[in-house]
């Protein structure tokens, strides 16, 4: 939740800026600004199925002027700190106690280097899922979702300058559809 009011307030900050003043282009800028922010959030398998992503995006006359993505995933207590509550009531209800539901993104240090020495990824997962945030932001939606179509998972990830992940395909999936889901 923090993240999604972090996202609004900063969306909300660049387009009272951008919307300042009186000239021509600005004055179509400060029209759009005036639009409603809308925001979506998906759960989605952008990755496999031994974890789960949560996508936001904010959407502003069509156009997605932020995007937020992280996955979550069963770790290791011994290597990662687990979501709010995985040491109360909550986390009773794990399967295996050594393990605990967490945030990739939160535990960002582990994972790339888990990616490191699994897939050789020379890009921190952090780092990743921002290159593909910010491909996404300041596209329209109806662009977002032809790059989907036409291009394919291999073409998307030589797209995003910035990523390596096999997967971005799946994780600007998830934008797109938190951006649709906006409301």
């Not at 995933?73 to 794990?94: C, H, I, M, R, W």
């Not at 050594?98 to 994972?111: D, I």
């Not at 910010?134 to 596209?139: E, M, S, V, W």
Request: charge should be positive; glycine fraction near 6%; proline fraction near 2%.
């Amino acid at each position: 939740m923090k993240k999604v009011t972090k996202l609004l307030l900063v969306a909300g900050m660049a387009l009272t800026v951008a919307g300042v003043g009186n000239s021509g282009a600005l004055n179509h800028v400060s029209s759009a600004a005036s639009a409603p922010l809308k925001v979506g959030r998906v759960e989605a398998a952008a990755h496999g199925t031994k974890c789960f992503t949560v996508a936001v995006a904010v959407v502003q006359n069509g156009v997605i002027v932020a995007a937020s993505l992280d996955d979550y995933q069963f770790l290791s207590t011994d290597v990662a700190k687990g979501v709010p509550n995985s040491d109360s009531d909550f986390g009773e209800n794990y399967k295996d106690p050594a393990v605990v539901l967490a945030s990739k993104r939160a535990n960002n240090t582990y994972y790339s280097e888990h990616m490191k020495e699994a897939a050789k990824s020379t890009v921190a997962y952090d780092k990743n899922l921002a290159a593909i945030e910010k491909f996404a932001t300041g596209r329209t939606v109806k662009s977002l979702e032809a790059t989907l179509t036409h291009k394919s998972k291999e073409q998307v990830v030589d797209a995003v300058s910035g990523a390596t992940l096999v997967d971005t395909h799946g994780y600007l999936t998830a934008i797109l559809n938190a951006a649709k889901a906006a409301k």
